[in-house]
């Protein structure tokens, strides 16, 4: 006769306390944390407000030239996981890779402190899938600047990982854990910067640990800002190369430069599957340039560039297909020669030619010759064809592939090595 209860505000809060450590703690279900309305979810939100807050920890810490790099080399080294693993690996599938690389790929990106890679995948699929209509999760045309910068990864309807949506993905149970315990590499890698400071300090080298690491918490945020400008700005600033994505995706070079190649996002709209995002040589890519580099030392394949016409050119498959002996007797019996050419295969080559009187039931001008294996008789008609260099080297292929050699004769040697110009040239 009990009804449940429905959730107390006190609930909610511990629920978001133990979200911190396990981003799965979901009892209401996904679908019930999705349907909550676009707001900001302060409780979850708190780790990621203490982040922005430690940067002010500078003012007591100090900088030094060994801490300001560390964190601009951190910059990049985790950019490059996002947007080379992240977006172009776990989102969009645009290479393949082992299971133990991929799983080194996933640690990786959680260094950059953005959540589980399945997490990223899954809510990024849902961009391009609603790329700004309503049900985009971060729209600067639907929902403004703000939202789509920084407002929407705070909402609680946008926290779940929906499993269901990335099977393909789902099934390592390794990159769930990483997914599910999204704290864990953030918190090692904090305590590892720190310590790499106190070690620097204790050999004379100037600076700490608590510089470094709140130096490392400097360039984690800057990270995220200098992500979230994907969000919040390439639906708004530069050109659209491709009118027909159906969104407001640019191309964007200062995007570019701040994002390592994912600038490029109208490019990337248009053709979500390539690895390269720069289609052309001026469209500064650099972390595809860093995924070829992973492919030739073995660690990444299959990498997909933009089909120019050059590459199209080049990728189409070669000229000459193979042809069966039916085919060839198909092309080269359906229009060759005439007489002249009678005259010449008879003069010139081992092969049994009829005219049409002299064949039984027989049409006009018939080639009788023998299918390779079964020794079937393939007639040949060759009444209307022309005889000029587009039949003549099927008719020698023909003869190749059924085996007839040139009659030994001073006149075939020379004439089968000239191409015939035309039925009565080569008929004389
Ligand atoms: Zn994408
Ligand atoms: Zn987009």
Redesign the pocket.
């Known amino acids: 006769m009990s009804t449940p209860s429905p959730e107390r505000p006190a609930d909610g809060f511990f629920r978001a306390l133990i979200r911190w450590f396990d981003a799965d703690h979901i009892p209401e279900g996904v679908e019930a944390l999705q349907s909550t309305p676009k707001k900001v979810d302060w409780a979850r939100s708190i780790p990621f407000i203490i982040l922005h807050l430690a940067c002010f920890a500078v003012i007591w810490v100090g900088a030094s030239p060994i801490a300001v790099w560390t964190a601009v080399g951190l910059y990049f080294f985790r950019m490059f996981a996002i947007t080379g693993f992240l977006?172009r690996y776990f989102?969009?599938k645009t290479y393949s890779t082992s299971r133990a690389f991929q799983f080194v790929m996933a640690v990786w990106t959680a260094l950059a402190v953005q959540r589980g890679a399945l997490w990223w995948a899954c809510t990024?699929r849902h961009h391009?899938k609603h790329s700004d209509e309503e049900e985009d999760k971060h729209s600067p045309v639907v929902d403004g600047f703000w939202w789509s910068h920084i407002g929407w990864i705070t909402a609680k309807k946008n926290f779940p990982t929906d499993y269901s949506k990335i099977p393909d993905l789902a099934k390592y149970p390794e990159l769930v854990f990483l997914n599910r315990f999204d704290i864990l590499i953030p918190l090692l890698a904090g305590g590892l910067t720190y310590g790499a400071g106190a070690w620097l300090g204790a050999h004379g080298y100037e600076t700490n640990g608590p510089q470094l690491l709140v130096w490392g918490i400097i360039s984690t945020v800057v990270l995220f800002h200098g992500t979230a400008v994907i969000n919040s700005l390439a639906h708004v600033f530069g050109n659209k190369r491709f009118q027909t994505t159906g969104d407001e995706s640019r191309n964007s070079f200062i995007l570019t430069l701040i994002t390592l190649g994912e600038g490029w996002h109208n490019n990337?709209h248009r053709y979500?599957a390539t690895t390269k995002q720069g289609f052309y040589w001026w469209e500064f890519d650099p972390t595809y340039y860093g995924l070829k580099v992973m492919s030739w030392l073995g660690l990444i394949w299959g990498l997909r560039a933009y089909p120019t016409p050059s590459t199209r050119r080049r990728n189409a498959p070669r000229r000459r297909p193979r042809h069966g002996v039916r085919e060839l007797i198909a092309i080269v019996g359906s229009g060759v020669s005439g007489l002249g050419c009678l005259r010449f295969l008879r003069a010139h080559h081992d092969v049994t030619v009829f005219d049409h009187d002299q064949r039984p039931g027989g049409h006009a001008h018939t080639i009788d010759v023998k299918e390779p294996g079964t020794g079937r008789s393939l007639p040949m008609d060759t009444g209307f064809m022309v005889f000029n260099e587009v039949t003549y080297p099927h008719l020698c292929r023909l003869f190749k592939e059924l085996g007839v050699k040139p009659k030994q004769t001073s006149m075939s040697s020379r004439s089968v090595t000239t191409r015939p110009g035309s039925s009565g040239a080569a008929a004389r």
């Open positions: 977006h989102s969009h990024h391009h990337h979500q």
